[in-house]
DNA sequence: GCATATTGCTTCTGAATTCGTAGCACAAGC
DNA sequence: GCTTGTGCTACGAATTCAGAAGCAATATGC
């Protein structure tokens, strides 16, 4: 059976930040996004820069995000789409926030 | 006992982002955040506006987004702190890029 | 040929997380 | 008193994830 046979949680909202948010929202999701940021990786590859990441979970998210058409599977591994780029690049200024909130956190 | 009993996965690793993305990457997070992004919504309010949400979980993520200084309790329910509110901002161009997403998934 | 290694991926079992319902304690209104 | 609404908790069931093992396919060396 298909790991992905139901729309995606908030899909039927018509408010497609919703399905984004569900598609995101799930675990190891973003993390896989965002270690493909710079080099395609393999499947293995992939499972190392995630620290473990199990297999299962790996292929099924893979899955997920090549029917979102974020990720595509190449010659050289796993690579973002263009789409999926522009989603990253959008996500630098986050980055950088998250530096600061960091050292708030510490501050306590 | 504590929800919370645990750092944020991946936060050992140093980066920031990784904990940002490990806090974010858990179902409903984004969500919760982003429901209170304009107004405080009571529990209550913050669960309709899920969609239905469990009170456990909702309870569990509002927690967590409270120890990181994203979501206060005030009088009138609760709201984003101006941390918070920064993190959102970063969302809006986000949220433009997901309308030209969905297009695209729909013409497949 | 044959062994070895590496790859993508599957399968399995037990643990962790999440769900959904019910319900508690409290306050306000009547 | 009784009802209504609130924030929140308890608990069993359902789902998801973790971790280890292993399989088929391909490549590499001998």
Redesign the interface.
């Known amino acids: 059976m298909s790991t992905i046979d139901k729309p995606v949680r908030?899909s039927r909202s018509g408010r497609?930040?919703?399905?984004?948010?569900?598609l995101?929202?799930?675990?190891?999701?973003?993390?896989v996004v965002?270690e493909l940021r710079d080099e395609p990786l393999s499947f293995r590859a992939l499972q190392a820069a995630c620290?473990g990441m199990s297999p299962s979970v790996l292929n099924q998210r893979l899955a997920e995000l090549r029917e979102?058409?974020l990720v595509e599977a190449g010659e050289s591994g796993y690579a973002l789409t263009p789409?999926g780029r522009?989603?990253m690049a959008?996500f630098e200024?986050?980055?950088r926030?998250?530096?600061a909130?960091?050292r708030?956190?510490r501050a306590g």
């Open positions: 908030g497609p930040i919703m399905a984004l948010l569900d995101l929202g799930r675990r190891w999701t973003l993390r965002w620290e979102a058409l789409r522009e989603l959008l200024p986050i980055q926030w998250a530096e909130w960091a708030a956190q």
